[in-house]
């Protein structure tokens, strides 16, 4: 029990990240915008949040660094898709590309150094009271640290404003019909800027807790292809920020079954553990693929640019 | 009060073709004066910094033949690369296609490498070839079936090429003659690609596909197909043409010449398999097919100067002290301004006055 327990609490944790991503990707696809930069943005987030925390011992300053580094590569990628009206899939894979190397240049003095005391103290577990000592769903749930529950929170709030707001509805319109959307007044292109440059500031929030409390230490290239993995979770957790949370989790669990399983004695090659997630995601696709049902696509004009002149 | 005007993009009739290519060079124009711009953030002088990087890529016969190195793989993936996305088939699997092609050929020479070096030769290309198609036709037949997202799954499977490299190269592939250090025994001699004019053989492969793929895509009704798709799907099932079928075709042609890219190297620049064989060619290649407007012939002209500008980089690297990472910050600027520019090709702009709504109204 206590084995499953602390399984299921690092599972969470390292779920973490991809959570973020996920609903940042979420809030991005839902406006129409399909982008691919991820990576990008986390490993962005990543960095500046963590030189930022580095220099000023803030916890609030180093996270706004963070999402503003995130919604500043978002912005690039707006820029282009929305305004010029790029090719989506490539200036996303640009992005990323581009992301990368800004992460390992600004971050080339700071690799291997450790996130600061104050930070570190402000992220420690902490158990909520009365919540934190229910059986089981405490220790896993409610003995979290203070970005694990931003994250519920993140995910909660992200539901409420898509389902149960005007503006979510007005989102979802624009994600679907951007055509039928700016005929009933909504402003598009406002739209598509600000939940694009939302989903960055998520996905810059995602990396920063990689550096700052998954590791938490700045390594080269500290994302290792989780930005990927929240692209493919958008699409199993169905563009629904509730079942993100969910995916989020699952897939942390698997990020870190590898450990668990050799710790267990079971003889199998670290190289075959590491490739769990990705076949996982590639069998999640295909599954969704299979059973496509009209709730589980997503939004209808996600991907293709709008031009209010040729609607 | 002031009089409101406002610009309106229209798209423009039929974008002229020295018009086009003018902006595109205005574009990379620009694109250089912001990589200045960077490059003055790190108190460097950008002229010295460009002389230096094209002295890097072809000052001495030597930076030259290793240019042309660099960009040969890049010229073969980038085809690979154009095909799949002239389908809009975003085929972001390169890496992966061009490690298993090389596994493939890897087994045969290091296993059954007991024939003469023209046999040796063609089983490994074809070995490698097949095995990329092959892994690539794994996403491709998802996508025609259920139209599962091929981005992520062809990315998702570059991991897995990588990690089941990884795993042969530490694990049963080790060479115990080695000392400890993990790597793979080197291919026999019968197994090297030759050299032709001190380069390998591979640039005179690179430059055979880049006319055969130029007829396919031009002159061929295969070729044709995969453009119609690739505009409109309706349009394909109108025109009755197979799409699951000519989706497989294209996709295995694709990744074929990734795996064929994984022969190359393995053959030619490493002499052995190793995880670092793709050295992140599948991605770069994306760029290069792009920047080319999925243009066999300018897919040469872009490779050739994408590997003098990685070549190049790497030199100044070493002059200046600049480290990698600012290489790639400057292809991704580049990229930037060439996807920007785009849409001055396709549109133009006119400038509305807008007296009052009703008095335009009253106007029509």
Same mark, same amino acid.
């Not at chain 2, 953030?41 to 290793?66: C, H, W």
């Not at chain 2, 975003?90 to 070096?117: H, K, V």
């Given at each position: 029990?206590?084995?499953?327990?602390?399984?299921?609490?690092?599972?969470?944790?390292?779920?973490?990240?991809?959570?973020?991503?996920?609903?940042?990707?979420?809030?991005?696809?839902?406006?129409?915008?399909?982008?691919?930069?991820?990576?990008?943005?986390?490993?962005?987030?990543?960095?500046?949040?963590?030189?930022?925390?580095?220099?000023?011992?803030?916890?609030?300053?180093?996270?706004?660094?963070?999402?503003?580094?995130?919604?500043?590569?978002?912005?690039?990628?707006?820029?282009?898709?929305?305004?010029?009206?790029?090719?989506?899939?490539?200036?996303?894979?640009?992005?990323?590309?581009?992301?990368?190397?800004?992460?390992?240049?600004?971050?080339?003095?700071?690799?291997?150094?450790?996130?600061?005391?104050?930070?570190?103290?402000?992220?420690?577990?902490?158990?909520?009271?009365?919540?934190?000592?229910?059986?089981?769903?405490?220790?896993?749930?409610?003995?979290?640290?203070?970005?694990?529950?931003?994250?519920?929170?993140?995910?909660?709030?992200?539901?409420?404003?898509?389902?149960?707001?005007?503006?979510?509805?007005?989102?979802?319109?624009?994600?679907?019909?951007?055509?039928?959307?700016?005929?009933?007044?909504?402003?598009?292109?406002?739209?598509?800027?600000?939940?694009?440059?939302?989903?960055?500031?998520?996905?810059?929030?995602?990396?920063?807790?990689?550096?700052?409390?998954?590791?938490?230490?700045?390594?080269?290239?500290?994302?290792?292809?989780?930005?990927?993995?929240?692209?493919?979770?958008?699409?199993?957790?169905?563009?629904?920020?509730?079942?993100?949370?969910?995916?989020?989790?699952?897939?942390?669990?698997?990020?870190?079954?590898?450990?668990?399983?050799?710790?267990?004695?079971?003889?199998?090659?670290?190289?075959?553990?590491?490739?769990?997630?990705?076949?996982?995601?590639?069998?999640?696709?295909?599954?969704?693929?299979?059973?496509?049902?009209?709730?589980?696509?997503?939004?209808?004009?996600?991907?293709?640019?709008?031009?209010?002149?040729?609607? | 009060?002031?009089?409101?005007?406002?610009?309106?993009?229209?798209?423009?009739?039929?974008?002229?073709?020295?018009?086009?290519?003018?902006?595109?060079?205005?574009?990379?124009?620009?694109?250089?004066?912001?990589?200045?711009?960077?490059?003055?953030?790190?108190?460097?002088?950008?002229?010295?910094?460009?002389?230096?990087?094209?002295?890097?890529?072809?000052?001495?016969?030597?930076?030259?033949?290793?240019?042309?190195?660099?960009?040969?793989?890049?010229?073969?993936?980038?085809?690979?690369?154009?095909?799949?996305?002239?389908?809009?088939?975003?085929?972001?699997?390169?890496?992966?296609?061009?490690?298993?092609?090389?596994?493939?050929?890897?087994?045969?020479?290091?296993?059954?490498?007991?024939?003469?070096?023209?046999?040796?030769?063609?089983?490994?290309?074809?070995?490698?070839?097949?095995?990329?198609?092959?892994?690539?036709?794994?996403?491709?037949?998802?996508?025609?079936?259920?139209?599962?997202?091929?981005?992520?799954?062809?990315?998702?499977?570059?991991?897995?090429?990588?990690?089941?490299?990884?795993?042969?190269?530490?694990?049963?592939?080790?060479?115990?003659?080695?000392?400890?250090?993990?790597?793979?025994?080197?291919?026999?001699?019968?197994?090297?690609?030759?050299?032709?004019?001190?380069?390998?053989?591979?640039?005179?492969?690179? %430059?055979?596909?880049?006319?055969? =793929?130029?007829?396919?895509?031009?002159?061929? !009704? @295969?070729?044709?197909? #995969? &453009?119609?798709? +690739?505009?409109?799907?309706?349009?394909?099932?109108?025109?009755?043409?197979?799409?699951?079928?000519?989706?497989?075709?294209?996709?295995?042609?694709?990744?074929?010449?990734?795996?064929?890219?994984?022969?190359?190297?393995?053959?030619?620049?490493?002499?052995?398999?190793?995880?670092?064989?793709?050295?992140?060619?599948?991605?770069?290649?994306?760029?290069?097919?792009?920047?080319?407007?999925?243009?066999?012939?300018?897919?040469?002209?872009?490779?050739?100067?994408?590997?003098?500008?990685?070549?190049?980089?790497?030199?100044?690297?070493?002059?200046?002290?600049?480290?990698?990472?600012?290489?790639?910050?400057?292809?991704?600027?580049?990229?930037?301004?060439? %996807?920007?520019?785009?849409?001055? =090709?396709?549109?133009?702009?006119?400038?509305? !006055? @807008?007296?009052?709504? #009703? &008095?335009?109204? +009253?106007?029509?």
């Amino acid at each position: 029990m206590e084995a499953v327990i602390s399984f299921l609490h690092a599972a969470i944790v390292a779920g973490t990240p991809l959570l973020f991503a996920t609903l940042g990707e979420i809030i991005t696809e839902r406006s129409g915008n399909l982008n691919l930069g991820v990576e990008g943005m986390m490993l962005m987030g990543a960095v500046i949040g963590f030189m930022v925390g580095l220099n000023t011992e803030s916890t609030t300053l180093a996270l706004l660094a963070a999402m503003i580094a995130g919604a500043g590569g978002a912005l690039i990628f707006a820029f282009l898709t929305i305004t010029l009206r790029a090719n989506q899939v490539v200036s996303g894979l640009t992005l990323t590309i581009f992301g990368t190397g800004f992460a390992d240049f600004v971050g080339q003095d700071l690799i291997g150094q450790i996130a600061p005391e104050s930070l570190r103290l402000f992220f420690r577990p902490y158990t909520i009271p009365l919540l934190g000592d229910i059986p089981f769903i405490g220790p896993v749930l409610f003995r979290q640290d203070a970005f694990v529950y931003l994250g519920y929170a993140a995910s909660i709030l992200l539901g409420l404003y898509l389902y149960k707001t005007s503006t979510g509805m007005n989102l979802r319109a624009v994600g679907e019909n951007p055509g039928a959307a700016d005929a009933a007044g909504i402003n598009v292109t406002l739209y598509k800027y600000l939940h694009t440059l939302l989903g960055g500031a998520l996905c810059g929030l995602g990396g920063a807790y990689l550096s700052l409390v998954y590791v938490p230490a700045l390594q080269e290239g500290v994302t290792a292809g989780r930005g990927w993995i929240a692209v493919a979770l958008v699409i199993f957790a169905a563009w629904n920020p509730y079942k993100a949370l969910f995916g989020a989790y699952l897939f942390g669990g698997l990020d870190i079954i590898g450990f668990r399983i050799q710790n267990l004695g079971i003889d199998v090659s670290q190289y075959f553990i590491d490739m769990l997630p990705y076949m996982v995601t590639i069998t999640v696709l295909v599954v969704v693929s299979m059973r496509k049902s009209r709730e589980k696509a997503g939004p209808k004009a996600c991907g293709i640019p709008y031009f209010r002149e040729e609607r | 009060m002031i009089m409101p005007i406002t610009i309106r993009a229209i798209k423009k009739s039929e974008p002229g073709r020295m018009k086009a290519a003018s902006i595109r060079i205005g574009a990379i124009i620009l694109a250089l004066v912001a990589s200045s711009l960077f490059i003055l953030l790190l108190s460097l002088n950008p002229a010295d910094v460009y002389i230096k990087m094209i002295q890097g890529a072809f000052g001495t016969a030597y930076r030259i033949k290793e240019t042309i190195v660099k960009a040969i793989p890049l010229v073969i993936t980038s085809l690979g690369i154009a095909i799949a996305f002239k389908m809009q088939f975003w085929n972001i699997g390169g890496e992966g296609q061009i490690a298993i092609g090389s596994f493939a050929a890897s087994y045969f020479a290091l296993y059954m490498n007991d024939m003469p070096m023209p046999l040796m030769l063609t089983v490994m290309i074809l070995a490698g070839m097949l095995a990329g198609g092959l892994w690539a036709l794994i996403p491709a037949f998802f996508k025609a079936q259920w139209g599962t997202n091929e981005t992520i799954v062809t990315l998702m499977m570059n991991y897995i090429a990588l990690k089941w490299v990884m795993f042969l190269q530490y694990g049963p592939w080790r060479d115990p003659k080695s000392l400890g250090f993990p790597k793979i025994a080197n291919f026999p001699q019968n197994a090297v690609l030759p050299k032709l004019l001190g380069v390998h053989v591979g640039w005179v492969i690179a %430059l055979i596909l880049v006319v055969v =793929v130029y007829i396919f895509i031009n002159h061929t !009704k @295969k070729g044709y197909e #995969i &453009a119609v798709i +690739g505009e409109s799907i309706n349009t394909a099932r109108y025109a009755g043409i197979n799409i699951k079928k000519t989706i497989l075709i294209a996709i295995m042609l694709s990744g074929g010449l990734c795996g064929l890219v994984g022969m190359i190297q393995a053959s030619a620049v490493n002499y052995t398999l190793s995880v670092e064989i793709t050295g992140g060619v599948g991605y770069t290649a994306i760029i290069t097919a792009w920047l080319a407007a999925l243009s066999a012939p300018l897919i040469l002209i872009v490779s050739i100067l994408f590997a003098a500008l990685l070549e190049g980089g790497s030199y100044i690297q070493t002059v200046f002290g600049i480290p990698q990472a600012a290489a790639e910050i400057l292809q991704g600027i580049i990229l930037f301004f060439v %996807l920007g520019s785009e849409f001055f =090709v396709r549109y133009k702009f006119v400038i509305v !006055k @807008k007296h009052s709504a #009703i &008095a335009e109204k +009253g106007a029509d």
